[in-house]
């Protein structure tokens, strides 16, 4: 099993629909979680960071699992702009930084 | 606004040549990474530094080495450029091993 696990996609939905993708880790003890988003070409920008007891920026919703081990993002009435690239970084704590781990990503594509 | 920049964005090399990548951060960041990223493999730390003149192999530092002079300043260096390292390589930079991380552009090498 790989240590971090998205679902490639492409998830493809139309504008204004809800869409919602989780990321599975394999390390219990993980400490810190993120999403990031990629658009084509361009470098990953931090999007949220996941707390323990979830968090809300807008129409983007995070929330950590960790009885499961996933963490999930949730976009509400989805934009044309949301259209990307969704990484999850898992970083196991806090003497593992070499342990910082990417999940290669779930694409997303709003369509009109 | 935190700034990463990386000293090209397109860069073309011979097999056996030796490339450096500069990246370059303006926030007094301890901490600063070098990743690849290739399609369907997400972003793989290549090395990363906790402070000056201080480094920790990531998960595929073979063919490549890092030097860090100075804070701001994170070199990755292919001694023997070989066709399997081409890839987009990104740099970041955190304040603490458990924040967000702040990439650069990122620089496409491609080596024939």
């Known amino acids: 099993r790989k240590e971090v696990e998205q679902d490639p996609g492409p998830f493809n939905v139309p504008e204004g629909a809800t869409v919602a993708f989780n990321c599975t880790y394999s390390?219990?003890?993980?400490?810190?979680f993120f999403w990031y988003r990629q658009d084509c070409r361009k470098e990953p920008k931090l999007l949220m960071s996941?707390?323990?007891s979830g968090n809300e920026d807008g129409r983007f919703t995070a929330q950590l699992n960790r009885a499961s081990q996933y963490i999930s993002l949730l976009i509400r009435d989805s934009k044309l702009s949301d259209s990307a690239t969704y990484l999850c970084v898992v970083i196991p704590g806090y003497s593992s930084a070499s342990k910082i781990i990417f999940g290669s990503g779930t694409r997303l594509s709003i369509r009109p | 606004d935190v700034k990463v920049t990386q000293s090209s964005r397109y860069l073309v090399k011979r097999t056996g040549e030796k490339v450096f990548l500069e990246c370059v951060q303006d926030?007094?960041?301890?901490?600063m990474f070098w990743y690849r990223q290739d399609p369907g493999l997400g972003l793989r730390l290549i090395y990363f530094?906790?402070?000056?003149?201080?480094?920790e192999k990531g998960d595929i530092p073979e063919g490549y080495s890092v030097s860090r002079e100075k804070k701001e300043r994170f070199s990755l260096i292919l001694e023997s450029a070989s066709t399997n390292q081409t890839s987009m390589y990104l740099c970041?930079?955190?304040?603490?091993?458990?924040?967000?991380?702040?990439f650069g552009p990122g620089t496409r090498l491609l080596v024939l």
């Open positions: 970041a930079s955190s304040l603490g091993v458990l924040e967000t991380q702040y």
């Open positions: 390390n219990s003890a993980s400490q810190s």
């Open positions: 530094s906790y402070d000056v003149k201080m480094k």
């Open positions: 926030m007094d960041h301890e901490n």
């Open positions: 996941v707390y323990s």
